[in-house]
């Protein structure tokens, strides 16, 4: 069975970047076969996705997050991983990592078959 | 952005109760809808996806159905482990988007 485990620093100071890794288990990485997925939830905004990868090349991104985020993955340590810029206090919240299967595609765009595995969930807070 | 609106916000339900939630998406998603649940500090469990098909191992007592931009979870024979947040979700539209959660209590 797939495990997927989130971790990084509990704490960021606003104007840094808050840097996540998700470690995946039990199950295959191969490139192009699954979407990585980072989906984050507050109080305030609720379930919130930031951003998937299917790959390099195939790459999606919350146009919330004014071009911060950055998400990559690296399939031989059987990571992924995700960047988010310049954090303010509004990034604060429980941060999960998910995967997804390779679904359909419309107007160019293709997405992840929802997220049918997730990771435990990372809290970060960000204060100075 | 799609927006997805349960409703209701919450309910109140007994043991054994069936119950049934829904989502309205602001366009036309198909059947681009996934239902997660969530216990209380847990992180999301997904249940279904394309509308109404289950994830492997999930209880037929959870069942959805839908296209277009009208949606429904039903829960059937309430346990106390279904007492939970159930949200929805479209990924037919980036970015994708969820619901603003369902949150089931016991009566």
């Known amino acids: 069975q797939v495990q997927l485990q989130e971790s990084g620093p509990g704490l960021v100071k606003p104007s840094q970047t808050l840097s996540l890794t998700c470690t995946v288990s039990?199950?295959?990485?191969?490139?192009?076969?699954?979407?990585w997925n980072w989906i984050r939830q507050n109080p305030v905004k609720g379930l919130e996705w930031i951003a998937s990868i299917l790959d390099s090349d195939n790459t999606y991104y919350n146009p919330s997050l004014t071009s911060r985020a950055s998400i990559s993955v690296d399939t031989s340590k059987s990571q992924f991983f995700l960047n988010l810029a310049s954090a303010t206090v509004a990034d604060t919240a429980v941060y999960y990592c998910?995967?997804?299967?390779?679904?359909?595609?419309?107007?160019?765009?293709?997405?992840?078959?929802?997220?049918?595995?997730w990771g435990q969930g990372a809290l970060v807070t960000v204060s100075s | 952005d799609i927006q997805m609106t349960q409703s209701p916000s919450s309910l109140s339900a007994s043991v054994g109760d069936r119950v049934t939630i829904t989502c309205r998406a602001s366009?036309?998603?198909?059947?681009?809808v996934a239902w997660v649940q969530q216990r209380p500090g847990k992180a999301p469990k997904s249940l279904i996806f394309?509308?109404?098909r289950l994830h492997p191992g999930v209880s037929s007592k959870f069942s959805g159905s839908g296209y277009g931009t009208d949606f429904t979870l039903t829960i059937n024979n309430l346990q106390p482990e279904d007492f939970a947040t159930y949200y929805c979700?479209?990924?037919?539209?980036?970015?994708?988007?969820f619901g603003g959660g369902t949150k089931v209590e016991i009566k």
């Open positions: 039990g199950g295959s990485m191969s490139t192009g076969r699954y979407y």
């Open positions: 979700q479209q990924y037919t539209s980036y970015p994708i988007t």
């Open positions: 366009q036309d998603i198909r059947h681009y």
């Open positions: 998910a995967r997804g299967g390779r679904g359909h595609c419309v107007d160019g765009s293709c997405f992840s078959e929802s997220f049918q595995h």
């Open positions: 394309a509308s109404s």
